[in-house]
């Protein structure tokens, strides 16, 4: 008796327990839907022709003036550069690990801080075979900085040894550490920019190449002048070409001397970091008009110092099990950089020969729970990702620059791939609203500054092309809607010019208007969504027409069930792997209505979350409007065309 007393007892304590957990996390994601996934009736007239004016010929020269962009990062596309990038890349961490070291699901605490293009550490299997790649000879470094060397070409045989990189789809591309020869020939990406008719390129300084060694005995002996020369050289010809110049300082790529010390973890970096900025604006500040400090600290922070997927972290174990913590690495780092920006700020406002407009580029994400216990999970990575570093920084911006890609959708500690959801290729959620949604909330939080916002990154992986088209109009909407609502943007940068190299994902997703064929001397050929960017540009308009001819296309191709490169795998329970593939899986395009202000949100999908809807289902009146199918259906019916 006194066991079943026992087990009857600890039943009803059990019971308790679930009973107080589910309502906690009901209460919990009530209080989030009410804040974050509530729908809303959208300002934009979808009856007039014209859906969105952005004011980019002011009559008075006014300040309402809204700009087009391009950005670009130098990891991304310079050649002739031994950075941090090129070594990782080049490691074979296959030699240091255990056999049978797998794939892992990606982090949803660390997926927060990811841009598109960023990823976890890569683990793939590839075929034997042979790569041809240029080797340099040496030759004066002062003609190798002017872009001027010569090169042997040798294969090199890639061998099934050869099982798991630190960047996936680099090693089985032909001559990846070129990127995009920015820096012998910048005027292949400056011409593609300037014929879209942008008025602002944005590109970086790398740090590594204007100090390749560490400072230790004074700048005089590190210092590479005749680096700082050539990219002033550049910036004069990107404004040479009618641009204005958004110069960022750190984009992701910390020195390799740096990373050997600890990099950010150390105030001494600090001090490096003003070096570098005291050097860079005494060169070009008469040629800059913006400055972005930081691109995505906290991105930078959270896969180098705590997931160690980036080169220069080498996390211990203590260190990863203790990065979220108050006085864990993570905002051991922040903390440093912060106090980097508020330098370089003061710098850069004493010393700028222009009138300096400086800000940060902040990457923000929309995330939502899949199911009813994984509101703690985001809850947790918005806490320590959305606003922390720009609240510190709050007095030293003129701008609050937004890198914004999509969704991320959290199940226990991994990522969602939702059947019924779109993703790029690299599998970030597409849903324009989260832009919409971003803009109000931090304008909200911040508009006692009295500072612009910007969108300094925005853009979609898409090979085909397909989705880019409908995903570029749909946010272009969602900031015109936020402006509506009284949000001040400035302007907005598309990413990017040409498919360039990703992070720790390579040369797999392609993010370009213009499509790279690296196999012919990197020749470029300009995609639809090209011509479409430099329509928007032009004229400053979106238009219903070109609207729905972009989603009329989108909708055939569901509709034919064709299907495009997707480079995250993916588990049995539909949890994305952390890291890219060095060749795509094939997915289906998804028949769905994304577009700006027609996302229906959807609920809970836990197995808790759909049995209380199946027993609530028979007391609910559930109304669907047939006038509202019909009116989707007519927005997306094929245009007539004249006879």
């Known amino acids: ?77 310079e050649d002739r550069l031994n950075d941090a990038w090129l070594q990782f890349a080049e490691e074979k961490p296959c030699e240091k690990q255990e056999p049978g070291h797998g794939l892992q699901t990606a982090d949803a605490f660390l997926a927060s801080a990811s841009g598109d293009g960023s990823s976890h550490q890569a683990s793939s299997a590839e075929p034997k075979r042979t790569l041809k790649r240029k080797k340099s000879q040496k030759i004066a470094m002062e003609a190798m900085i002017r872009g001027f060397e010569k090169y042997t070409e040798v294969e090199e045989p890639v061998t099934n040894d050869d099982h798991t990189h630190n960047v996936a789809a680099w090693h089985n591309v032909p001559h990846p550490e070129e990127r995009l020869r920015f820096w012998s020939d910048p005027g292949t990406e400056l011409k593609l920019a300037k014929d879209t008719g942008v008025s602002v390129f944005r590109m970086g300084v790398d740090w590594s190449r204007i100090m390749p060694k560490e400072p230790t005995e004074g700048l005089k002996e590190t210092v590479n002048f005749a680096a700082l020369e050539r990219y002033k050289w550049i910036i004069r010809r990107v404004r040479s070409y009618g641009m204005k110049v958004m110069l960022t300082l750190f984009h992701h790529s910390l020195p390799p001397w740096a990373g050997e010390y600890g990099g950010w973890k150390l105030a001494k970096t600090v001090d490096y970091f003003m070096d570098f900025t005291r050097l860079v604006v005494d060169s070009v500040s008469d040629v800059v008009d913006y400055w972005v400090t930081f691109n995505e600290p906290h991105v930078f922070c959270m896969l180098t110092y705590c997931a160690g997927a980036w080169p220069g972290g080498h996390p211990d174990m203590l260190e990863v099990a203790t990065s979220a913590l108050p006085t864990g690495v993570f905002n051991q780092a922040m903390h440093w950089m912060a106090i980097a920006h508020s330098n370089a700020y003061d710098y850069i406002h004493e010393h700028s020969v222009l009138t300096p407009i400086v800000g940060v580029a902040h990457h923000v994400s929309f995330m939502r729970p899949y199911g009813l216990f994984d509101v703690a999970a985001v809850t947790l990575a918005n806490s320590l990702t959305l606003y922390p570093y720009l609240d510190s920084i709050s007095r030293k911006m003129d701008f609050i620059g937004l890198n914004y890609y999509g969704q991320e959708v959290v199940c226990g500690a991994g990522l969602k791939l939702v059947e019924t959801e779109e993703y790029s290729e690299s599998g970030r959620g597409v849903y324009p609203d989260g832009l919409y949604r971003m803009l109000l909330q931090f304008h909200e939080r911040y508009k006692h500054l009295n500072v612009p916002f910007i969108i300094t990154e925005n853009g979609v992986s898409d090979e085909t092309d397909l989705i880019r088209r409908p995903y570029l109009l749909e946010h272009l909407l969602a900031v015109y809607a936020a402006m509506i609502m009284g949000v001040p943007v400035l302007g907005y940068l598309f990413w990017t010019i040409s498919d360039n190299w990703e992070w720790a994902d390579g040369y797999g997703p392609k993010f370009g208007l213009v499509a790279v064929d690296r196999a012919h001397n990197l020749a470029r050929v300009p995609r639809p969504s090209y011509h479409l960017f430099s329509k928007v540009v032009t004229t400053g308009k979106v238009t219903r027409q070109d609207r729905e001819l972009a989603w009329n296309e989108l909708r055939k191709a569901a509709k034919e069930k064709r299907t495009r490169p997707f480079y995250r795998a993916v588990n049995k329970h539909g949890l994305m792997y952390a890291g890219g593939l060095d060749e795509p899986i094939w997915r289906p395009y998804t028949d769905r209505d994304w577009r700006f202000g027609h996302y229906q949100m959807e609920g809970l999908q836990d197995p808790f979350s759909r049995l209380f809807r199946f027993i609530r289902r028979p007391f609910s009146r559930r109304l669907k409007s047939d006038s509202q199918e019909e009116e989707v259906e007519l927005l997306i019916l094929p245009l007539e065309t004249a006879s």
């Open 1 to 77: 008796m006194a066991i079943v007393a026992l087990i009857l007892t600890a039943t009803k304590l059990a019971g308790v327990l679930v009973t107080v957990t589910v309502a906690a996390n009901t209460i919990s994601f009530s209080r989030f839907r009410k804040k974050n996934l509530r729908q809303f009736q959208s300002p934009i007239d979808e009856s007039s022709d014209t859906l969105a004016v952005f004011n980019v010929h002011p009559s008075d020269g006014g300040e309402n003036e809204f700009f087009f962009g391009l950005a670009t990062a130098p990891a991304h596309v």
